[in-house]
């Protein structure tokens, strides 16, 4: 692709949920580099750093867990960061998610007492399993599916609690969507990073669609040497809380709370994540 595309290419309507809305965590290249970026403590873009996953795990053994062991299942575990230390504190764990360089580092990172399985899968058609006491999916990613992935995924995971069972999504807030989608764009240059291996510039192009209240973002990358250019999208789904509460109701949860991330005590103005918990009767 040439500079010159994405005028000639730019469609006149955006179809957000046409498959190539996401950034291809499951590209093998991409997955790769993005491993790099969950591995790394100088920042907390694609997983928190360890020390802040410490407390979370510390919060979900003791408040969600009341600190029994419990059978849990993470949804875009990632590298395997909480299962790891989850399992460490006597709990067993699966994981799925479709990063295979993600999946690999759990593996090869797993005890040695079987207490972590992972499955390379999609979280949108990957078989769930049966009878666990939490179902977990940590960061925001949510709402990087539409509205009808994300129903099947809630509806899936009811099916497979065991009764009593807790679900606990940590999902974007309306807000931060919306702040997202109307972030002016901007532009970076790397000599390697996310998007690429080698020196390129970076374009990036956030738009708000009221309408369909979706964020969506464009990440333009041109190679320095070669001038080729590839173009990535992320899109953001954005919720009310009444939205994520009537989602979870249809899914089949009766008891349904939207909370403050982590064991704050309040939901503030500029938090950008908020927890859905809920139990399966
Ligand atoms: C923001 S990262 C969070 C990782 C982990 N939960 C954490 O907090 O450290 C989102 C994860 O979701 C995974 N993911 C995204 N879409 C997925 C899908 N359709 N099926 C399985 N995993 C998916 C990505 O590969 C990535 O590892």
Known sequence: MKLIDLFEKRPKRRKYWDGKYKIPWDEPGFSKRMLREHLTQDHNRASRRLEIIDQHVEWIHSEVLGSKPSRILDLGCGPGFYTR??????????????????????????????????????????????????IMMIFGEFNAFSKNEAETIVTKAHASLRPGGQLLVEAHTFETVRRIGMTPGSWYRASAGLFSDKPHICLIENVWDEKARVAASEFV?????????????????????????????????????????????????????????????
Not at 98 to 126: K, M, N, Q, W
Not at 222 to 239: H, K, P
């Open 221 to 281: 990358v041109i190679d320095a040497t070669t001038s080729e250019v590839e173009r990535y999208r992320n899109t953001l789904q954005a919720y009310t809380s009444d939205e994520y509460a009537s989602m979870l109701k249809s899914a089949g949860f009766s008891q349904v709370e939207l909370a403050p991330v982590w064991g704050k005590d309040e939901l503030g103005p500029n938090d950008e994540f908020v927890m859905l918990r809920a139990n399966r009767d």
């Open 85 to 134: 230390k989850l399992a460490a504190l006597g709990h067993k764990c699966v994981g799925v998610d479709f990063g295979p360089a993600s999946i690999d580092y759990a593996v090869r990172y797993a005890p040695r007492d079987g207490s972590c399985t992972y499955t390379l899968g999609d979280i949108r058609t990957e078989e769930y399993g049966d009878g666990f006491d939490l």
